[in-house]
């Protein structure tokens, strides 16, 4: 089973560690924008949304691309760029609706996730557990155990509440 | 590479700017951040300048491994003439600006002059531009930096900025970042204010290149594993530094109704517990795993739906303890209402609380403080005293001067209940019970401060063997080391030794809560040689680290003595000798500073430093230490 990249954006503390690891392990530099992940803030609320490629079933970059650069990886279900034969149009950045295909001005390239062939830096630097990487038939599971949990925690209080009045 | 971000020379007078490379030389004296101020500050500001005048000079800079894979490197350091004590001015922050700085070219700005009208410098992959303020002057901290990123269309600009007081000159304003991420202590704002510049605001994507990449990834997590390991940074990570009130409150060493008791009684609302009631979640600084920064949400009243970051320990010290209140919202508003107007929140709390013994005492009457009750435990009091004192109304605009400039002005006796190390007023903690730390504030460079030099482990009464391996390395010591926190032996050792392991982590640019400050197993110097080793390409032993840090310091106390410090200045107000604490647990109780063994600490200190016993460096320590020939005017 392929595996992706489950992100809950309300556990990150928008400290962009997984931008730096991101750049550090792909290109050798400290530079979020060469980072394949970034952190959206709503500084002024504290509101932190990690934004990275949701490797698409049905991939608007991978349809637009006049070359044929991209294509899904069989083994990791990711993505891919072929940079042999990317001519660096950027017609996946302007469609990807995530914004998670980036261009690398530095190395003149588009970049995206990758998964760090297999062992992604960002989720095993993030102690907050806000990137995970998970089979994707977990995903659903893990926000199911989730909802209920606050479902059943919200019918909890109100059943003490009606036993105190 | 990591090594190859520049210094820029800003003159705001004549609008002149020139940067420069940083030589290789001068980085392994001084390593970045504050070790660099410390030697710039010497070189550049002359003799008996004027804090708030246009000689003086404002160094504003990033640690030497910050935005590295150097666990929490985000710091940022702000240096001038203090416009509070006329000593060392210096203060440190976290938040994302200098990360930011040094992605867009720069390491350290040396600003100078005074600007004709208000302006704010935007700073752009190598570029340095001085723009007109006049659309964010009199702004808030927090709506400066939104009108910035709207004016120059980016929201990831990093903004560090002066708030209302900062231009008002309050002398102990502010530098800050984001919601809260304050520069506080010795009025860096003010002098940031004094030359018309409100704000700077940069953004980069300029690579730092990471010397050992693979081993710098390797390196760093095992680092952040030793943090985030320890328990008090999970504590921390949970709730924040509030956390230290609980164990400090309790034992009876927080100072109380000015410095009258040491403990707040009947206080449930001022716990970490009751503030974690508001605390919509945890946030961080750049690249920590640690998270100590609550975010939360003013429940009630005028401020009710605020969103603001905090409050932090001080803030239960400034609007609880000093004060004698016991509101978790007038901590809540307090911290905030500091944040918004960019004013250290301790030295205003510290200064409120002082006036409230006066007031207590009649020195200070309704005359004075324009029918304001400001009596202890009057919480809108506190409210009200915050924003007289950032926009310098009656009273307030006394207190914004800073307690000595207000004891003179105020006279009546106030001096002797004002609560102050070198002009700059103390935190709220109790050092009467605890030597070590009583040393620590009699001491620090920049006036009365718990972070120059504060041994907190040492309230962990950790065994004699443990402190031994902690304090025998990177420089061997064999003299007495105690594990009762209410001795006076070992004592002086500890301090030096915290003094120079803070001053490293200050020029490498890392937090100190990564730090043996707060845990017994964090990293110290062992780890930083590696961490500067695999990003920068430095290659320094621990032993090297340790002796950058102490050339820096001692470049600060020579600063100090060139402005007029003497011994008698590195030493405590009269309540700490002669009022016995009354409160707190048995071993607390009853508890005074001795004067004579004081004196004797002192000694031990300055010999531990190589000085004499007027507190100045021996010729051979200067030498030894390469500073002999300061200003030497290489940079």
Redesign the interface.
Known sequence: MAKVLMIDYEKCTGCRLCELVCSVKHEGVSNPTRSRIKIVKWEMEGRYVPMSCQQCESAPCMVVCPVKAISRDGGMGRVEIDYDVCIGCRMCIAICPFGAMAFDTLAKKVIKCDFCDGDPLCVKFCEAEAIQYVDASMVSAVKQVAAAEKFTGIMQKVAAAIATV | M?LDRKIAYINLTTGEIETKPIPISIRKKFLGGRGLDMYLMYNHIKPGVDPLGPDNVAFVSAGILV???ASASARTHVAGKSPLTGFVGSTNMGG?FA?EMR?AGFDHLVIKGKAEKPVYLWIHNGEIEIRDAKNIWGKTV?ET??IIREELGD?DIKILTIGPAGEKLVRFANVMT??KNAGGRSGMGALLGSKNLKAIAVRG??????AH?AE??DY??KV?TQV?SAKVSQTQGRIGTPFIWGATNTQGLVRVRNFQLNQLENADDVEAEAIDEYV??????????V?CRA?YIIPEGPYKGV?D?GPEYTAQGAFAAEPGCRSTLTILVGNHLTNIYGMDLLETGSLIAWAMELYEKGILTDKDTDGLELRFGNDDAVIEMIHRIARREGLGDILAEGGLRAAEKIGKGSIKYLIHVKGMSNLHSDERPTPALALGIATASRGSDHLRSRPAIDLYHLPEPVLRKIYSQPVAYDGPLTSDYRDYEGKPWQVFWHETCYEAVDCLGICKYHTTFLGATLPNFEEWSKLLYYNTGLEMSPLDIWTVAERAYNMERLFNLREGLTRDQDWLVDRYFDEPTKLGIPGIQGKTINREKLKKMIDEYYEHHGWDENGVPHPETTKKLDIDKEPSHML
């Open positions: 990591a935005g590295t894979l994302f990360p992605w927090h930096q939104q929201r984001e919601i994507t300029m690579d730092i290149k990471i990449p710098a990834l760093d997590k952040i985030t919509i979640g945890m946030t961080g600084c750049f690249g920590c795993q998270h975010k969103y970051e």
